[in-house]
């Protein structure tokens, strides 16, 4: 998951990294009553969540009152790349001599964290990047003994950084090495990182991704999802901790476990189909998750028939039974569904669904697939 530069902004000044002043608006009135508190000449930023932003005309220099209406009105009119301006975060401009790039990310092929420094940030780090990898310097930590001083006082010495500045740097740095491992972030970055006009550091620029992965246990950053580049089904799945990923196909599937999904999307193409997505609701999944999973299958208007494969050891067969149970009045499209079921209280389940409308219960996983290509095929002829 992707924070917005506000709100990785508001995690750098907890942690002591200077950011200028700055506060978010929708509208340009809001705007410009922040600016006349902050004081012009301000920066109004665009808050989408795609890199690039300058080039693609979401950064605009505002230097007196006449000038932001206009500005503002632009931005908020605007798409970036697509996106649709929402809100923008209204900043003190600030005066700056050089621009730094600073980042900590994993390396996939390391296995490791690894902090990336360069004398050259800004815009064109991309560019730089490919035309002289040697000017950004990246270290390796230690995921146990954790981002060390002289790692960041030798990069420092590497790029060539004024002395004066080693100290504050090392202190960003140490602070970004905290936000990475508390946020169970997997990319902290901070481009540019400016040395202003007063020779000291600030970051212009907050990009932050939070591994989706430990969400469970980041329970601030469910609230901050960013609802524009969520579709409604996937928001759905995230609330109820379903794994869910929508594809092309046309049958929906509802599986428990993850093995199994894959293997049941293996079956689904070997009958000659093509999932309508990868839904897996987990082990011990009661009724309320197997209703939100269905409910989100049910939604989706390319789903021609449910493949719906248990197999039940945590997992009650009889709990996702009265799940799916509570859920069918809203089938309304009476899509036919198909479902396996095995496993603890197998015959419990089967029994309570035995006379469900547009539901059949089958022994084999293969029939099962090759009945829900079956039906989706002759839904679409
Ligand atoms: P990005 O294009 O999405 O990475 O957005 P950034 O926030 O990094 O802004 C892009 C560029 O705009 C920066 O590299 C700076 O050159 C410039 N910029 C951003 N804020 C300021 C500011 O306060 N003052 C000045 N002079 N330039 C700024
Ligand atoms: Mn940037």
Same mark, same amino acid.
């Given at each position: 998951m992707k924070l917005h530069e506000y709100q990785a902004k508001s995690y750098f000044s907890r942690e002591g990294i200077p950011v200028p002043r700055s506060r978010l608006a929708t509208t340009p009135a809001e705007a410009k009553q922040i600016a006349a508190e902050i004081g012009y000449p301000v920066v109004l930023k665009a808050q /989408?969540? /795609?890199?690039g932003r300058g080039k693609a005309g979401g950064i605009l220099l505002v230097k007196d009152e006449n000038d932001l209406d206009p500005a503002a009105n632009a931005i908020l009119n605007s798409k970036i790349k697509g996106i649709s301006v929402q809100r923008i975060l209204v900043e003190k401009a600030v005066n700056f001599t050089q621009e730094i790039y600073l980042g900590i990310t994993v390396d996939r092929a390391l296995a490791q964290p690894v902090i990336i420094l360069s004398a050259s940030g800004g815009v064109e780090i991309e560019e730089l990047a490919i035309r002289h990898p040697n000017r950004i310097i990246r270290t390796a930590i230690d995921p146990l003994l954790g981002l060390q001083p002289y790692m960041v006082r030798a990069m420092a010495s590497q790029i060539g950084?004024?002395? /004066?500045l080693w100290k504050p740097l090392l202190q960003i740095a140490l602070s970004l090495w905290n936000l990475f491992n508390q946020l169970d972030a997997t990319l902290v970055e901070i481009n540019p990182l400016v040395i202003t006009t007063e020779k000291e550091l600030v970051a212009l620029d907050g990009k932050m991704t939070i591994d989706d992965n430990a969400l469970f246990r980041q329970q601030d950053f469910l609230e901050l999802a960013d609802q524009a580049v969520e579709t409604p089904a996937e928001q759905e799945a995230r609330k109820f901790c379903l794994s869910y990923v929508q594809l092309s196909g046309h049958i929906g599937c509802l599986v428990n476990g993850a093995g199994l999904a894959m293997a049941t999307m293996d079956c689904i193409q070997q009958a000659g189909g093509e999932p309508a997505n990868f839904l897996d609701i987990g082990g011990g999944a009661n009724a309320d998750k197997v209703q939100a999973a269905l409910r989100i299958i049910l939604s989706d208007e390319n789903v021609q028939s449910v493949l719906i494969n248990i197999f039940g050891g945590i997992t009650r067969c009889d709990e996702v039974a009265k799940g799916l149970l509570s859920i069918l009045p809203e089938n309304t499209r009476n899509l036919p569904i198909i479902i396996r079921l095995e496993g603890t209280n197998a015959e419990e389940g089967r029994r309570m669904l035995a006379q469900a409308p547009n539901l059949i219960v089958v022994e084999s996983l293969m029939q099962a697939a090759e009945m829900a290509v079956h039906a989706a095929e002759s839904a679409m002829v």
């Open positions: /989408v969540l /795609v890199g950084l004024d002395y /004066v």
